[in-house]
């Protein structure tokens, strides 16, 4: 029997090379960060190259014979340790990540990988010019390849398990199939309701806002949430996201329209959200696996929380409103706090699920996951997908879109990751963030209050220390679990939903 | 015996092992360009842990037995071709390269990067609080270093050789010891000479300079010189410097003083020479070894070329300085061309390297390589180089530093690399440049009257067939003899000296 004196040099050599592993994804990061931001178009075939080059020599690294025996020869420790002990969290995480990577092959992943590329190429020429056909042949291949990724792991209760499980560790279709039936059946009323009604007003949104002015309301406003400028920074990209080389450098980008005030305010705030949760992870994780959100739930519920349940409130505005009137008083000095209010929150049926309402935003996403795992069940083919996507905007949201660039070839995912596992997240992460959200308020009831205030360091810090310090400790389930008391429900979403809009729509 | 069939796969292997160590070093390169530029001050130790894996898994890929084999497996094929060829040349090279690599142990470049790291920020707080005895114990080791680095090439004819041969391929300290003391006997007499004369009025550079219309100014400049902006891009740092990505990713960066309208200009138009070449490199050796400047000395002549030769020529002036009064009329109206060219050709005694005129910077750099000898060879102890370096200052320049920042702390070299091999290419450069200039005058005389009427393509491309296109192909000795027709001389240096400043002062 191994003692701990021999054991303990494992774990260092574990950590060294996790360690290794985790800088040439940071690496890789980096590449991909400047290839949004700064790099001169000339870059993109070698840049390319050198993305794809620190995936395979990481994932081999990661993959090595070696790592499985590493994990192996520190199970008789990890048994010795308390579960949620870093150590064992460490060695157990970096075990259940191991055992997926190793069922991909090496070949497989350069292929996806290729392919990815060209995908998205294909992509960006065919979304302006609304040009399905151009794409068609590679979301074709992205389907075979999709299948094929989920026949590494064949003992699946449904083929899209093992794609969903990638980001959503330990969800599954017939999990989600009925917590979104529940939620469909649950938010139509208020829907329809809400689109019976004469929308109100939003022109104030609409009118001419300089880029740098909104920029600076943008960085005033996430510098009093609590991010902290000097370990992240914020730049423009074609499509807003956040961006992590370690938790003392996480960097967020926003777009800016000069005629739509919510959207760089609000996609700001949203990925300051992401950006919080990577700031807020505990220093002693750093340079492991565990330094990372838990799951793409998690973290959309962190975003969420931010962006909808704080930033679009009534009481977040009732103290920020103000200021933004002085940075813009020709656009917003006659507007009326309760106007601006409605405005940022109209519930309408619409054709673009970033731009959505929450209420809606939801009926989006539901839609892509059927259609997802129509097409990897082989009950969907990819040329009837446009048509199926419009059947389904017509049926679920009484509008159809008029071209592909407004409907099936609207969002990304598909055509630069895979078919499956690639939307859950958003309904997920809606979700999640009112469970959390009630879940701090009823141990921290002056948020609300505090809010209205301008402070956000008690709800800041409740979500460090239940969330954002865990980093990758602890799955989904049990965060959910340990912070709320409960399993993921749709009730307090619901509860928050008919709060809000009961007071700003007569229902 | 083997046939080519059997071998060619052994180079499609070479290239490919190679173009991954290419695609490592190139993230190492953007890890490190961020670090100078965008990098928010959280994220530097990670940083620094992340450029030090990068460095160790490219050098342990690149100096594994298998590339040692496989070079060896090649050397059949090699004598097939002709030297000329890539296809020789990247075997040669890369062998030349791996001999030298794999006489330094993986953990001694652990120990050289760590402490480089850590003697980078004791000079970075040393250097404003002028405190040479922070830094002393960090250079007495870096001095330890440097001759343990030395030690691992038992048999060269001087400690330093092999210190100068990693930048300046070839080179030894007995040619180049010979060749600055010719120089120094030859410039003295006319440095001399100058600084007796009352020195010509500089001041209208000293006025105000936004730093707005000073970048404007200088993109315009660049685009006309023939820098590729499609290819490349200029962003601000504390020092500048140019670095590459690949061939079509080839940055540069410059700083601004408001009150000091030459720094961002001519230092723009430094790095812009380091750019020319690299963005001027072969696309066929992209991803090898091959696509990099061939060496320090080489590199450093064609900055100096753009810089001096070109930049702070008349003709030069007689086509942009009309252009530069437009952009600051109130600054230059009145400043007649002459007072401007002599203004920026200005020769004084003078205590730093980078600010120095053309004429007595070789002589700074003649006091750094004699220094650099002296401690090598243990004549010179790290606690006496203040001394040492102050009595060199009153001996050669008649000037005496009044505090080590603007003396011993200047440079940031021998605080972040090694001492040995730092200082030498930069007048090896300035030689160079005058001895391709003159070729290339010779064979294209009308380049003189091209400059002088905005023109830059015939010189342009005259550098990128002669040198830039042929990257790391031919060593430093191989190119002066191809493109000139002779060995590195100093004569063409003289020459240009005499006939510049024989004009600009009554010599």
Redesign the interface.
């Known amino acids: 029997m191994q003692t701990t004196e021999k054991i303990e040099p494992k774990l260092v050599k574990l950590k060294t090379c996790l360690?290794?592993i985790n800088?040439?994804e940071?690496?890789?990061s980096?590449?991909y960060w400047?290839q949004a931001t700064?790099?001169?178009?000339?870059?993109a075939?070698?840049?390319g190259?050198?993305l794809a080059?620190?995936q395979?020599?990481s994932h081999s690294k990661f993959t090595d014979p070696a790592m499985g025996r590493l994990l192996e020869d520190l199970t008789p420790l990890e048994t010795t340790l308390p579960y949620k002990s870093d150590e064992a969290s460490l060695i157990r995480v970096t075990r259940r990540k191991y055992d997926k990577a190793v069922r991909v092959p090496a070949e497989f992943m350069a292929r996806l990988s290729r392919h990815r590329t060209e995908s998205y190429e294909a992509w960006a020429k065919a979304r302006p010019t609304n040009n399905f056909a151009l794409v068609r042949p590679y979301l074709e291949k992205t389907l075979d390849l999709s299948q094929e990724l989920a026949s590494f792991f064949p003992n699946s209760d449904h083929i899209a398990d093992p794609l969903i499980d990638f980001a959503d560790y330990g969800m599954k279709v017939s999990f989600l199939r009925s917590l979104f039936d529940n939620l469909r059946q649950q938010l139509m009323p208020i829907v329809e309701a809400i689109v019976e009604q004469s929308p109100p007003e939003d022109s104030c949104l609409r009118q001419y806002y300089p880029e740098t002015k909104q920029l600076d309301f943008t960085l005033k406003v996430m510098r009093q949430l609590g991010y902290?400028?000097?370990?992240?920074?914020q730049?423009k990209t074609h499509h807003p996201f956040m961006i992590n080389?370690?938790?003392?450098?996480v960097?967020i980008t926003t777009r800016v329209y000069e005629n739509r005030l919510d959207q760089a305010l609000f996609s700001s705030i949203h990925e300051m959200g992401h950006g919080l949760y990577e700031q807020g992870i505990n220093p002693k994780l750093?340079?492991t696996p565990l330094a990372c959100g838990t799951s793409s739930g998690i973290h959309e519920s962190q975003s969420r929380l931010w962006e909808n349940i704080v930033g679009r409130s009534r009481g977040f505005w009732k103290y920020f409103y103000p200021q933004l009137q002085t940075f813009f008083p020709n656009q917003l000095g006659n507007v009326s706090l309760d106007t601006f209010y409605q405005a940022i929150n109209k519930v309408e049926r619409s054709l673009i699920r970033t731009d959505a309402d929450e209420l809606t935003y939801n009926l989006h996403v539901m839609i892509r996951f059927d259609l997802e795992l129509q097409m990897l069940e082989g009950k969907l083919a990819v040329r009837d997908l446009p048509d199926a996507w419009n059947e389904r905007y017509r049926s679920d949201l009484g509008i159809v879109p008029t071209n592909d660039t407004e409907g099936v070839l609207q969002d990304v995912h598909w055509y630069t990751n895979q078919i499956g596992g690639m939307f859950q997240c958003y309904t997920l992460g809606n979700l999640m963030s009112a469970q959390f959200f009630e879940a701090a308020l009823w141990e921290r009831p002056e948020i609300s209050t505090q809010i209205e205030q301008g402070e956000f360091t008690t709800l800041h810090n409740w979500l460090k220390d239940s969330i954002y310090q865990h980093g990758g400790k602890y799955t989904a389930a049990e965060l959910m679990k340990n912070v709320t008391g409960s399993v993921l429900r749709i009730e307090p979403f619901i509860r928050y939903i008919h709060r809000k809009y009961e007071q700003l729509y007569s229902l």
């Open positions: 360690t290794q800088d040439l940071a690496a890789a980096l590449l400047d700064y790099m001169p178009p000339g870059g075939t070698a840049r190259r050198q080059t620190l395979e020599v902290d400028f000097q370990r992240g920074r730049d080389f370690s938790t003392d450098d960097r750093e340079g």
